[in-house]
């Protein structure tokens, strides 16, 4: 048998404490190894919440730096440019606002002024018509020799072409040939003649009427032919002839003045015809509409003291005459919201 040393109690003593000192470091290396892995986590984390507080220390360091010292010159500019450009805009909005609003108004005084120059029109018309009526009617009885007043026998029923309760205009007929009888407009159910001595002759007032109207009468038919310059002198020489006719004498006028505006545009003339009939006849059925018209020519005249004196014709007009129609106050507003009248 082979001998192997038998160890001592001491020497088991010995290597068994080298062993449990090896064991121990093991495990204290170990342990060494995880803690430093944690406690390198922990300054990473640490680092990291440093590095925000610096951040937020810097970031309230410039708030009160700002709140102390002001904006810097580059945030001031800035804020300076995104400021202008937002008041241009602004400006150019109002601007484009203004412009429409100065069309509409523009577009709504020429609506008007058609619809006004429209009613006119018609009126005009039908008081051609009214005056053509009763010229066919005064030639009727002119050739049956009857009258056309009212409250003579015989007469034609012809009415009246003036307005505001004028009396008609009697017959233009002439005075019957010597001897012999005339032959009238018999009344109902009476057929015959009458010696000429029962005639009645009409007054010498009421022959200068027939005269004034037969005048009247070529002029208007000059009009309806359209021969405005024919027209326009024979109602001026009617005007200067019988300035005491206080019916057609304005009527005259106002045809002179009308003619001389809308036709032959000349508006120094038409102001002129406008101003006499409103000087001599100021309440006549047509003052109203000269009284608009005369504003116009003279505005119409592109003189700084002419446009004057019609914008000033323009804005008496509603207190000169308070019962005129509203579409002449409306286009007496119009006119001179049109040509910037104060």
Not at 108 to 128: A, I, M, P, W, Y
Not at 231 to 260: E, K, N, S
């Amino acid at each position: 048998m082979s001998s192997r040393p038998i160890l001592t109690n001491p020497a088991r003593l010995v290597w068994t404490t080298v062993a449990a000192i090896c064991v121990l470091r093991g495990t204290a290396a170990a342990q060494d190894t995880d803690l430093a892995a944690r406690l390198s986590a922990d300054q990473a984390k640490t680092e990291q919440l440093s590095h925000r507080v610096d951040m937020i220390a810097n970031r309230s360091g410039e708030m009160r730096v700002a709140q102390i010292f002001g904006e810097s010159d580059e945030e001031k500019a800035a804020r300076l440019q995104k400021e202008q450009a937002q008041d241009s805009s602004i400006a150019t909005l109002n601007q484009r606002v203004g412009d429409l609003e100065e069309t509409l108004r523009r577009l709504t005084g020429q609506v008007e002024e058609l619809d006004h120059r429209v009613g006119e029109f018609n009126e005009k018309l039908s008081r051609v018509r009214k005056e053509f009526d009763y010229k066919i009617c005064a030639l009727a009885a002119q050739q049956l020799g009857a009258g056309t007043a009212a409250g003579e026998d015989n007469a034609l029923p012809c009415g009246g072409t003036t307005q505001q309760g004028a009396a008609p205009a009697t017959s233009a007929a002439a005075p019957p040939s010597a001897g012999g009888t005339i032959h009238l407009a018999p009344p109902p159910g009476v057929l015959g003649t009458l010696p000429r001595n029962e005639v009645s002759q009409p007054p010498a007032n009421e022959m200068a009427s027939i005269g004034a109207r037969s005048q009247f009468d070529v002029a208007m038919n000059l009009v309806a032919k359209a021969q405005y310059a024919e027209a326009r002198a024979a109602m001026q020489a009617f005007a200067d002839a019988h300035p005491d006719d206080t019916d057609l004498a304005p009527r005259a006028l106002y045809w002179v003045g009308d003619i001389a505006y809308s036709v032959q545009k000349d508006y120094a003339g038409a102001a002129r015809a406008f101003l006499q009939e409103l000087k001599s006849y100021p309440q006549n059925e047509h003052a109203p509409e000269s009284m608009l018209k005369l504003g116009q020519s003279l505005i119409s005249m592109n003189l700084p003291k002419e446009k004057k004196e019609g914008c000033r014709a323009l804005a008496t007009l509603p207190n000169q005459y308070p019962t005129a129609s509203k579409s002449i106050t409306d286009q007496a507003l119009a006119e001179r919201k049109v040509h910037g009248c104060r």
